[in-house]
């Protein structure tokens, strides 16, 4: 009797000890199911967490603030959505564009001085832009100038090239194109502009003091090889179609300047006006919102100029080169 004892307890201690055993086993395999589940998670995580960042760090390259400067450009990010390309301006200027369209290229040239503060506050005020013909001695030693260069940009206008000193003695002796000494002060310019503005900006976008098209008038004999100097640069000269009369010579009544703008400007999809924000050019200031509420009411987009793209200039330079070996 005592042996069926001793044998049912022996037996009822290894199915026991069994149990015990299976419940260890259990709990050593959710232990390490956890660990695994959460080590699986914690990586998960991980990887979206890095993921995120990449994702940031690439919207950070694809999201420029708008308020930098394009790399290689002349005007900022903001500015690029209503800028238009300098060679179809150029055309615009010449009457000889095809595209469709009605622009209004509002230009500044001679600046900045005092009348540019004020300018850039009507421009603002009306919510357009314009486009800024610098002078290299007007910014050289003057800080407040350098300010008004920066507020130029930043505000969404172009800034562009109208040589360093627009001495016509020094760039058209005996009235004829000096090119070295031009393309030595639009440089110069350029590099004002750019220890200004940062290593960013680049300017590409020229007028010539005076315009392109009085040099054609005198037959200047330089042109040829200006032209062939401005094209290996990448560089545009626009001129302009219409003007406000403020550097006509004789004195004009703002009516008169309103009238004058109508006039150049009739019967034009694509017009690009000369001004100037030059010291003493307070009847431009005083026009001007008139000149831009007439332009509004005539159904005009307002746009801004920006450099010619590489891919362009490289197209342009090779039918050039095409042109000259078939001669």
Request: with cysteine; charged share 30%.
């Amino acid at each position: 009797m005592s042996k069926e004892i001793f044998s049912k307890r022996r037996n009822s201690n290894k199915n026991n000890f069994f149990k015990i055993f299976l419940g260890v086993l259990a709990i050593i395999v959710l232990l390490w199911g956890g660990i695994k589940v959460v080590t699986m998670i914690g990586s998960n995580l991980a990887n979206k967490a890095s993921i995120n960042k990449e994702q940031e760090e690439q919207e950070k390259v694809i999201k420029p603030n708008p308020d930098d400067v394009m790399p290689g450009m002349n005007i900022t990010y903001e500015a690029d959505k209503y800028a238009v390309d300098a060679k179809d301006v150029q055309a615009m200027a010449n009457d000889t564009y095809k595209g469709e369209g009605k622009y209004v290229f509002l230009t500044f040239d001679d600046g900045p001085s005092n009348s540019t503060e004020k300018i850039l506050n009507i421009l603002k005020d009306k919510d357009v832009h314009g486009t800024f013909f610098v002078l290299g001695s007007s910014i050289e030693k003057d800080s407040k100038r350098q300010e008004y260069l920066k507020e130029e940009l930043k505000s969404g206008n172009a800034i562009a090239n109208h040589s360093y000193s627009h001495d016509f003695k020094k760039l058209y002796p005996g009235n004829k194109l000096k090119i070295d000494s031009f393309m030595d002060e639009f440089n110069k310019t350029n590099d004002i502009m750019q220890s200004i503005l940062g290593g960013e900006f680049d300017c590409k976008v020229l007028r010539m003091p005076g315009g392109y098209g009085t040099r054609k008038y005198y037959k200047d004999p330089s042109l040829k090889e200006f032209d062939d100097t401005l094209q290996e640069n990448g560089i545009i000269n626009v001129d302009w179609n219409a003007l406000d009369g403020d550097a006509e010579g004789k004195p004009y009544s703002t009516e008169e300047m309103l009238n004058y703008v109508k006039k150049t400007s009739k019967g034009k999809n694509h017009v690009v006006i000369l001004m100037h924000d030059a010291a003493g050019k307070e009847k431009t200031v005083e026009i001007l919102p008139q000149i831009i509420d007439y332009y509004k009411n005539e159904g005009y987009d307002f746009k801004v100029i920006k450099n010619t793209s590489k891919e362009e200039n490289n197209s342009n330079q090779s039918e050039n080169n095409k042109d000259k070996s078939s001669k």
